[in-house]
């Protein structure tokens, strides 16, 4: 086994297949192993290049593999997948993950450290917790409709709830259900209070969060997410690389030397991304008020394309000027005359 230079791993959550080959592509070893079992295997095995998709538990055992001295690279999935030939099962994803990673062009996945994967988790436990409360609120509003309440779109009429229901005669069954949601509304409301006091925190002890929070239309969630999804920039190239991991460039189908673009690939995290055209919109709001080269370009972009076109491109321009302040540790200046490359 002393020949084997790259190592796949099928990942599972109690099972892991993994394929041992050398530097010609044949196989050494195939075998299926527990958690502990391939954690062993690897504290004694020699130096090699250990392969995994970008799943669940991935960065773990990155971080936890990398320790051993092992060189850990993790691929994307969908990278791997055309790789896979024939019918499929655990050790033909194996063999597929070391075939793609073989490939000299390849793109990897950067393992995240602890505290990523931490703010990462508090932002989606966030989602999820808004994500409820927009159910409750229609709830609400869909049983008040059925008996003829029409209440004005939005969630402030209905923290305010009790008056209305006071206001009209209704089945006591149902007040006491629409009670119940209420509460849980209210409930809801101030465990999303509660997490946006900690993310701003988190932002305003960590060094990177401070200089981002400097770009125009950026605020603490976003700035949070940033810190989380990029860190410190280093594994993209130039910060053009970084937006198009977001998906925020146009997608490309070019044939025959003429060049045809399309919308943005909306690649990637939809929530950075969204959250960025979000800033970005908040930014061409307040756009009379701004002044520097940034402002000046939005302004002629507006005399010749569509907000919606202007707010994406603008979206693009701030998440490379975040991956500048990440990777060349700085602070947005407004007043700067040359934007990121």
Excluded at 259 to 272: E, P, Q, V, W
Excluded at 286 to 299: E, H, I, V
Excluded at 322 to 327: E, M, V
Aim: charged share 20%; net charge positive.
């Amino acid at each position: 086994m002393q020949n084997v230079t790259v190592l796949g791993i099928g990942l599972g959550k109690r099972s892991f297949h993994q394929r041992g080959q050398d530097k010609s592509g044949n196989a050494a070893f195939r075998w299926k192993v527990s958690r502990q079992q391939l954690i062993e295997f690897l504290s004694n095995f020699h130096s090699c290049t250990v392969v995994m998709e970008a799943c669940a538990g991935a960065h773990f055992m990155a971080r936890k593999l990398a320790t051993f001295g092992q060189q850990i690279k993790l691929i994307s999935p969908q990278f791997a997948r055309p790789f896979v030939k024939s019918n499929k099962n655990d050790f033909v994803d194996a063999e597929a993950i070391c075939e793609a990673a073989s490939r000299p062009s390849m793109r990897f996945v950067t393992p995240k450290m602890k505290s990523q994967q931490t703010l990462s988790a508090l932002h989606r436990v966030r989602d999820s917790l808004i994500r409820d409360r927009v159910c409750t609120t229609n709830q609400m509003h869909a049983f008040l409709l059925e008996f003829g309440i029409s209440l004005p779109i939005g969630i402030a009429v209905v923290r305010r709830l009790p008056a209305v229901l006071a206001e009209h005669e209704l089945p006591p069954r149902l007040v006491a259900i629409l009670e119940r949601l209420h509460s849980h509304f209210k409930y809801l409301e101030q465990q999303i209070a509660e997490l946006d006091k900690e993310i701003a925190n988190q932002v305003a002890d960590d060094d990177l969060g401070k200089r981002l929070l400097t770009i125009p239309g950026v605020g603490p969630i976003t700035a949070s997410v940033l810190t989380a999804e990029m860190g410190d920039g280093k594994q993209y190239a130039r910060s053009r690389d970084f937006a198009a991991s977001i998906g925020i460039v146009p997608r490309q189908y070019s044939t025959g030397g003429r060049a045809n673009l399309l919308g943005i690939s909306k690649r990637s995290d939809k929530n950075l991304r969204r959250l960025l055209v979000q800033c970005a919109r908040v930014y061409m709001q307040r756009l009379d008020k701004k002044s520097g080269p940034l402002a000046t370009w939005t302004r002629q972009m507006l005399t010749r394309r569509h907000s919606n076109v202007v707010a994406c491109a603008l979206a693009n321009k701030l998440a490379r000027i975040a991956w500048a302040i990440a990777a060349r540790k700085a602070s947005f200046n407004a007043e700067a005359a040359a934007m990121p490359a």
